[in-house]
């Protein structure tokens, strides 16, 4: 990894729901840090709030994370956008969920769930990291990102690909990948979670590169036959207004509120000796 602070971040990468709890030496050896670069790096983040110590040597998530999840929920533009539009695709009697998923770097992160009576269980949950080569949700992300990037995931990851059914071979993973594309969504059946059908559309950003995904997913006792293509097209109407939401950010940009900074005495300024 390049820059200190590129490392000293990926720290904060190794913790997880299986190992929420790390000391300093076990830090050190899975990153492949001196003790003394994992005791900087830890102090640091301590700082910033990032990580907090729970006992002596061992420490876990800080709550500046909660912090900055909250102002998340409260100001994300594409949380925001999405819950707008969410709402409305929801039907009685039908049981669906309705997910605003986003892409984080070779993982899909659901960041928003919309339901009305249903008890349909479903493994996207808010912050859960999500395989990106299985289920309609992360597929029809996958099918819109640069041909480059899918190059690099093929050569990464081919045993899963082509145990998701996405091909073989490069040529067959990027023609599999490119009928999707085409059509515009994507539809599964029981991929991740048993008993259920997805269907989902790409979101794009104000720049139309893809961010992520939206999606339907209901009992495939209560899917309606014959009417994925409708539902592909609510969702479609959806996705492009989240897109039109975004761009106007970019047309009418917004001043930047900042709390004016506290001036310190003069005689406590360095350089500068009270008078």
């Known amino acids: 990894m390049g820059s200190s602070l590129a490392r000293m971040l990926s720290t904060v990468d190794i913790f997880s729901e299986d190992a929420s709890v790390w000391t300093v030496g076990a830090i050190a050896a899975t990153l492949g840090y001196t003790r003394a670069t994992a005791y900087r790096y830890v102090g640091e983040l301590c700082d910033a709030g990032l990580l907090t110590r729970v006992a002596q040597g061992a420490y876990a998530l800080g709550p500046r994370i909660i912090e900055l999840d909250r102002q998340i929920r409260h100001c994300d533009p594409f949380l925001r956008a999405g819950e707008r539009v969410m709402e409305g695709l929801l039907r009685p009697n039908r049981g669906q969920v309705v997910l605003l998923c986003s892409l984080f770097r070779d993982q899909v992160l659901c960041i928003h769930q919309a339901s009305r009576d249903t008890e349909l269980a479903l493994s996207y949950t808010r912050g859960r990291p999500m395989p990106l080569f299985r289920g309609a949700t992360s597929k029809v992300i996958l099918a819109c990102l640069p041909e480059r990037r899918l190059t690099r995931l093929f050569v990464e990851n081919q045993a ?25 969504w994507s539809m599964t059946h029981a991929e991740i979670d048993p008993g259920v059908i997805g269907i989902a559309v790409p979101v794009f950003g104000g720049e139309r590169s893809v961010i992520g995904s939206l999606s339907i997913v209901l009992p495939d006792d209560r899917f309606p036959d014959r009417q994925a293509d409708r539902l592909a097209s609510e969702l479609k109407r959806a996705a492009e207004s989240i897109r039109i939401d975004l761009s106007k950010l970019a047309e009418t940009p917004r001043q930047a509120k900042t709390r004016p900074r506290k001036q310190r005495p003069a005689s406590s300024r360095p350089g500068i000796r009270a008078l």
């Open 160 to 184: 899963e690909i082509r145990k998701a059914g996405l091909g073989r071979t490069r040529e067959e993973f990027l023609a599999a990948l490119k009928t999707i594309r085409r059509q515009g």
